[in-house]
């Protein structure tokens, strides 16, 4: 392969949905900022920078020349970068789509479909759901991150929570206690999926009344108890979506807290909602989203509610493996995508081997040189550069100083299997 397709420099696409943190203390934005030599506004919520090939955000070939080449474009018309094996499963485009968040408040409480439920909502609305593909997905933190991800055992809710009871009534808060452990894993979940869709489908008069309720009750014991974390929570979301089912519901979810380098991933038809926090996330190449609360967007309760797992339990927290004493690598059970973190100290080299599939790097702090291949011809990287690396390209990166870096690229495992 030429030089010149080995390496690419990108100018990126910035999201600015109303849940992202202000400019002046979003990573987004700053990022953003220096990735494309433009100004941000410190008051504007800066949410989502995206990386890759999705028609939504598209990413930038940067070149003198005119007009500007949409990555996706030139991928297209330069297949190989891409190798073989990914090119002959996904077709000439990026299986991933990279990105940086800073979230300032709750998300929706939302899931991904399968492919096969993706393609039916695609065909039937398309204006809402704008592709036929998946979307499982990784959030890696870089700073303290809040989620709310997948079911908790609801016994307890019912015991502690009379809002939820009320709103669900005797009936099904009775189908809930009777379960019990030696119950099938189909009979509980059929449970758990009659209770949540009670409540997801309940009226916005009796929703406003079990909210307005429970916030005046955790109010007055908050003056004589120290509330739990889950309590003070479903006050804050509260305060961020007055009267809304989604603060209810949140009693239903694992409340999940990573620490800087700690990823969660999510797989399709799993409920979730992230909270608060700057983390790198990676997915297949989709934007479909189906969302039933937490949210002033369009809302597809009926969907989200039939197409949700309904698994219990804690979700897996990721720490990655050590590839060496600079590299933490996240390994999904998915085949369209990992991410690598890099912390290399001043004055230290770092080889990422060629592999057969492309791969996308960031760099979020310091400087220093990139080489890919053979070429001695390093290239000058700083804070907020994006780069495409080609398949089989080795990439080596110098430190000018302490220098933090990620890297997406399609899951090793996939290049494995014979």
Known sequence: MEDAKQLQKLHCSVKNYDWGLPGRVSEVARLFALNSGSQFDPEEPYAELWMGTHDSGPSFLVSNGSPRVTLKDWISQNPDVL?????????SDLPFLFKVLSVAKALSI????????????????PNVYKDGNHKPEMALAMTDFEALCGFITLKAVLHTVPEVVELLGAAN?????????????????????????????????????AVNRLKSRLHKESEVRQLTDKEQLVLRLEKQYPVDVGVIAAFFLNHVKLTPGEALFLGANEPHAYLSGECIECMAT??????????????????????????????EILRGVPLNPYVNRYIPPFEEFEIDRCILPQGEKMVFPAIPGPSIFLVTVGKGKINAGTSSKGLAITEGDVLFAAAYTEISVTSASELHLYRSGVNSRFFQVS
């Not at 939302?110 to 609305?125: F, G, I, N, S, V």
């Not at 989709?286 to 002033?296: M, W």
């Open 83 to 91: 190798g073989d094996k990914v090119l002959q499963k996904w077709g």
């Open 110 to 125: 939302q899931a991904h479909p399968d492919k096969e439920l993706a393609r039916t909502l695609h065909k039937l609305q």
């Open 173 to 209: 808060a009775n189908l809930v206690l009777q379960t019990s452990d030696q119950d099938g894993e189909e009979k509980v979940k059929h449970v758990l999926q009659a209770v949540f869709t009670h409540l997801m489908s309940a009226s916005k008069e009796r929703v406003t009344d």
């Open 286 to 315: 989709s934007d479909n989203v189906v969302r039933a609360g937490l949210t002033p967007k369009h809302r597809d309760v009926e969907t989200l509610c039939s197409m949700l797992t309904y698994k219990q339990g804690s979700p």
